[in-house]
C-alpha cells in the first residue's frame, strides 16, 4: 500500500458523529477528464470482501442469512429483489465483513469517503493536523478503492511531486487554495475536516469572562480582542484567520 496504509485501523469501533454538509460534485465529468477511474461495482466490492477473508460462497452466504444462489446473484450485480431487500443485505455483508455500510451501498469512492468522514474520521483523536486528517483519507481510499488512490496517482491528480505530496501529508508544506479545492473533489471531503471551524466562544464561560476583565483593565478593545482569540484558536487548526 505504501505511504498510505500505516495510518488506519479497520477493527477501530465506531461511533455516532455530528454530521457535515457535503459539496455536490460532477462525478460523470471527473471520470471524463480523466481524474477518477470508474470505481469498484457493488457486486466486485463484495466479492473482493469475501476474498479477502477468504470463505467460500457458502460460508458467507450462511453468516450473511441468504442463499449462496442470491449471494451469487449480488457479486455479480444481478439485484433480483426489492432494493430495501438489498440494502438488507448489504448491511448483513458489512457487518460480516467489518466494513462500513456505505462501502457496499455507495455508488462512489467519494460517497463512501463522505459518509467514512462522519462515522470515523471525526471521532479520530489522532488526527490533530491537515497532514494526518489528509494521510487518513487517502490511506482509506487506496486500502478500499485500491490504485486510483495510490500516492503516485495522487500526485499526478494534484500536478505536483511526490516529495511535495509527502510534504503535505507530513504539515511541512502547506497546501495552496487550488490543492485544497482539488483534494475536496478527489476525495469527496469537505473542507471542513480538513480545517475545522472554530468553535463559537461564549462569554458565559469563566475562563473567558476573565480573560475580557483582563483585557478591558489593559484597555484593549473587546472586538479586537474576540478577533484576536479567533484567530489564535483557528491557527491551532492550522488555518489562517480571514481579516
Not at 488506519?8 to 481524474?35: E, F, H, P, W
Amino acid at each position: 500500500m505504501g505511504l498510505f496504509s500505516e495510518v488506519y485501523d479497520r477493527d477501530s469501533t465506531l461511533t455516532r458523529a455530528n454530521t457535515l454538509v457535503y459539496q455536490k460534485m460532477d462525478i460523470n465529468l471527473l471520470v471524463k477528464r480523466g481524474v477518477l477511474a470508474l470505481p469498484l461495482s457493488r457486486g466486485m466490492r463484495l466479492q473482493r470482501l469475501r476474498d479477502e477473508k477468504g470463505v467460500k460462497l457458502r460460508h458467507a452466504a450462511k453468516e450473511i442469512d441468504v442463499s449462496p444462489a442470491y449471494l451469487s446473484l449480488l457479486e455479480h450485480d444481478q439485484k433480483g429483489k426489492d432494493p430495501e431487500h438489498i440494502r438488507g443485505t448489504m448491511e448483513r455483508a458489512a457487518r460480516y465483513y467489518g466494513v462500513l455500510p456505505a462501502y457496499l451501498l455507495a455508488s462512489t469512492p467519494q460517497e463512501y469517503m463522505a459518509e467514512c468522514v462522519v462515522q470515523v474520521g471525526l471521532n479520530n483523536s489522532d488526527l490533530t493536523t491537515v497532514g494526518k486528517r489528509l494521510r487518513w483519507v487517502l490511506a482509506e481510499l487506496n486500502l478500499r478503492w485500491g490504485e486510483e488512490f495510490s500516492e503516485s496517482q495522487v500526485a499526478e491528480t494534484l500536478g505536483v511531486k511526490i516529495d511535495t505530496l509527502r510534504g503535505y501529508l507530513d504539515d511541512r508544506v502547506p497546501m495552496n487554495d487550488k490543492v485544497v479545492d482539488q483534494i475536496t473533489e478527489l476525495t469527496g471531503v469537505p473542507i471542513d475536516f480538513f480545517f475545522p471551524r472554530p468553535k463559537m466562544i461564549s462569554e458565559d464561560d469563566p475562563a473567558i469572562r476573565r480573560v475580557i476583565t483582563l483585557a478591558v483593565q489593559s484597555g484593549i478593545a473587546v472586538d479586537e480582542l474576540e478577533y484576536v482569540i479567533q484567530a489564535w484558536m483557528v491557527a491551532r487548526s492550522n488555518k489562517k484567520p480571514s481579516v
